[in-house]
């Protein structure tokens, strides 16, 4: 049952409000002023807060102001018999979700209402979905080595340099550009995701600057590049090794001037993008055979971080493990299975050519195929199975 607050010094509009909102089957309480209200606001939570402005002491306002500090993600709706569109103005910008006129009319009363559960509803909802992506997408693993890519993060995240992540496929390269974007200032912008390799080369302008109406056979509209959907956020150029020599030149443009033009425009239009890129390449081998711009190559990587192989941090293998179990479990709906010591040994020994990607396979292959607990024969049998 959804838990209203309503606080106002008049005994009648408490009494009348109360007696509505009880009769829709809300659970309602009182306060006769902001004080009280305050201190029900600091011991409970509620989806909704009816708060007049005209109050002796602390009016509605204040009230307001102290409560976005309690709870910044209760919706407050502003009653007052002496509204003008200032005080509405101002209250919405104090953090209020609406404003009322006394006395309300009883629809609008109760749409609002509902309205402003639905938003807090969904506030929580996003709450917890940006915790559980923030998991999925967790660095896990306490080794030396991802220790040195977890500082380097810290320091570099604050800033708006431009950084470029080396190491092999499936190492976490994404995580650590997660992680960058997650801690720098532009956590409340885009992550904008480019993979260069999954693309065609001759799309892979198209893509990442858009197209103009007509600009070619198969553009029938106007296309947003992802350099503009990434505009105050963070544009991420997994295995930027692949593009194409045209598309770096473009990509070194955007880089040194904030402008890109869109394909078959005349157009420059400004961008505020921080731009992460990845490779499992040798760079510099690229830039001596001719394949990648040495230019861009020192645009892209102001800051280097390299994300080492598994093999190179078998200390992480039961971390990581125990986070897959747990996450698969959830996944499937089941209690997460146990694994054997000797089992989990026998994992560290192996062979992790597919690095954290191939381990994460392996225990769900692992899950799906063991017992309650993981075994050591489970893991010599399906961990490397024959492929007749």
């Given at each position: ?20 909102l009880?009769f829709?089957?809300y659970?309602v ?7 009280k209200?305050?201190q ?10 009816l708060?007049?402005?005209k ?47 006394k ?10 209402v ?24 967790e ?36 995580l ?9 200032n532009?956590?409340?912008?885009p992550l ?57 030149a ?9 402008k ?10 400004q ?11 040798n760079?510099l081998?690229?830039?001596e055979?001719?394949n ?23 200390e ?5 493990v ?14 997460p ?8 040994q ?30 050591l024969?489970d ?5 490397r199975?024959?492929?007749?």
């Open positions: 049952m959804p838990k209203i607050l309503i606080i106002d010094d008049e005994r009648a509009i408490r009494s009348t409000l109360k007696e509505i009880e829709e089957n659970a309480d009182e306060a006769e002023d902001g004080e209200g305050l029900l606001l600091s011991k409970s939570k509620y989806d909704v807060v708060c007049d402005i109050m002796p002491g602390m009016d509605g306002l204040e009230v307001l102001e102290k409560a976005m500090e309690l709870t910044p993600d209760t919706p407050f709706i502003m009653i007052s018999a002496h509204g003008t569109i200032d005080t509405a103005v101002e209250a919405t910008k104090k953090g209020a979700y609406d404003f009322l006129q006395p309300p009319d009883l629809n609008r009363l109760l749409v609002t509902r309205n402003a559960l639905d938003k807090a509803t969904l506030v929580t909802e996003t709450k917890i979905l940006k915790k559980k992506i923030s998991k999925t997408y660095m896990v693993g306490t080794s030396g080595a991802l220790g040195r890519v977890k500082q380097a993060i810290e320091k570099v995240a604050p800033t708006d340099a431009r950084v470029l992540i080396t190491g092999p496929n499936g190492s976490g390269k994404e650590v550009a997660r992680s960058i974007h997650e801690h720098s532009r956590s409340h912008g904008i995701e480019v993979n260069c390799a999954a693309i065609p080369s001759e799309l892979i302008e198209s893509e990442l600057f858009g197209h103009e109406k007509g600009s070619f056979t198969s553009a029938v509209k106007q296309r947003i590049g992802k350099f503009e959907q990434a505009n105050g956020g963070t544009l991420f150029l997994d295995e930027v090794g692949d593009m194409s020599l045209s598309a770096q473009k990509v070194l443009r955007a880089l040194q001037e904030h890109i033009t869109r394909v078959g425009g005349d157009k420059d239009i961008v505020d993008v921080r731009v992460i890129a990845a490779t499992n390449k760079l081998e690229e830039i055979a001719k990648f711009r040495e230019d861009l190559y020192h645009r892209l990587g102001v800051i280097l971080i390299h994300v080492p192989p598994l093999n190179e941090r078998r992480d293998i039961p971390d990581l125990s986070k897959f179990l747990n996450d698969i479990a959830n996944d499937y709906g089941n209690k299975k146990t694994i054997a010591s000797d089992a989990m026998y994992l560290q020994g192996l062979d992790w050519r597919g690095n954290v990607r191939e381990l994460r396979n392996v225990v769900e292959r692992l899950v799906i195929m063991s017992g309650n607990e993981i075994t024969e893991a010599k049998a399906y961990a199975p024959v492929v007749a």
